[in-house]
């Protein structure tokens, strides 16, 4: 633990040697900026991708058997797509996001030689498997009796989802998806890797050239901690000026 | 539309779950005419709520014909969005939309599917809230509400599509003992206005005072049918007789 115990002298040395020598600190500003970079398209992505998913899934739940009943085209359609998507969700929810991450870099898109759009996507694709069943979570959290209240006024499927039930569901799904954000933002610190340098990494590279094992980490692990605050605080101020509405 | 035309129509009505294991609705035929109350009672469980959400199709039909203003409104091709916009809805549990203030619940319908504009809306609305003792809920949100005024205003919101019908799905059974009175009233008028109405209850006065028919339900049939006072005073059947035996 002697580590642990610097005297202030010692720390402005440490600091010195860490950030300010050689412009180190441009490392961690850099490697900030990236996954910074990287989380806000993958979560962009993710989005996408949630509500694609999370769409099909309900729809066809709520559906299938009116659909079944008429026959068609519509019910081969959804329910294909159905199983697509159930495909999907259990392939990126069943292996780690690290292998995810090296198949997307060095067998999907292995001619790419920036591993940053390749991280944006890998993330991306990954996270959406997670925010589509939030987002279902949420469409089945809301009582059925809103669904048939809306139908039975004469609103079709889509635009109940557009004025009840999608508005109720987002409500109910906020702190998942906060919760969900904060995973991504640090499950980023992976990818190092694949060779990016973003925060996590450049933490280590100063690691490694100044032998400091413990102000370059502390400060990566700080910056993290800082981000996940202010999210979580922005996060806070969302859902209560949200739920003023019904009170 | 003339009194004595047939509203609403149901021919062989069957609605069966787990593959005809259970049977909600074995055989039912039925006639609504307009301007008429007509009144459903019956045990628990004898397919009374099934038969009324059949009507608008809230429940599909294992087999049978629906027939609204005369137009099959079971068959596939037909657009049955367009018929529930005639056919007015009201459940148990109120079902006023909880993201909407108590104005837009009433005004959302009429503005995005009768495209009215917002002040036409909302003119209506007001009207409708002052009918029922409530224009000052209109910026309220459903869960400031007691249960009364939630299914007064449930009422309304469907009042304000002009319906041809309304349903009612056992619209006091959870409220209150003190609630009930203010939804039935409103009810009792609606009904006074001529409105044609189907109502699935176990409120046995109301079925006597305003009711023009009474159903009587049991295993997913109609037992027995007749004028109310008739009805309450000597049922025909046993199957009625140890019913009203036993709620009276």
Redesign the interface.
Known sequence: MNHLLLDVGNFSEQFKLNFIDDERWKWIVQGLLVTLEITAVALVIGIAIGIVVSAVRSSYDKNKETMKARGGVGYALLSGANSVCRLYLTIIRGTPTVVQLLIFYFIIFSGWRNGVPVAMISFGINSGAYVAEIFRSGIMSVDEGQFEASRSLGFGYLSTMRYVVVPQAFKAVLPALGNEFIVLLKETSIAGYVGIMDLTKAGDLIRGRTFSKLMPLIAVALIYLTLVMVLTWALGLLERRLRKNER | MNANDVLLKVVGLKKYYKDGAVKALDGVDCEIHAGEVVVIIGPSGCGKSTFLRSL?L?E?PTAGEIYFEGDKIND?RIDI?????K???V?Q???????LDILSNIT??PM??LKQSRAEAEKNAMELLERIGLPDKARN?P??LSGGQKQRI?IV??LA?KPDVMLFDEPTSALDPEMVGEVLDVMKELARSGMTMVVVTHEMGFAREVGSRVLFMEGGRIVEENEPNTFFASPATQRAQDFLSKVL
């Open positions: 608008n809230l599909l596939p969005n367009l018929h529930r916009q056919i007015g809805m459940f549990q109120f079902n006023l939309f909880n993201n959302l319908a995005k599917l949100y869960s400031q449930a919101r469907a599509m």
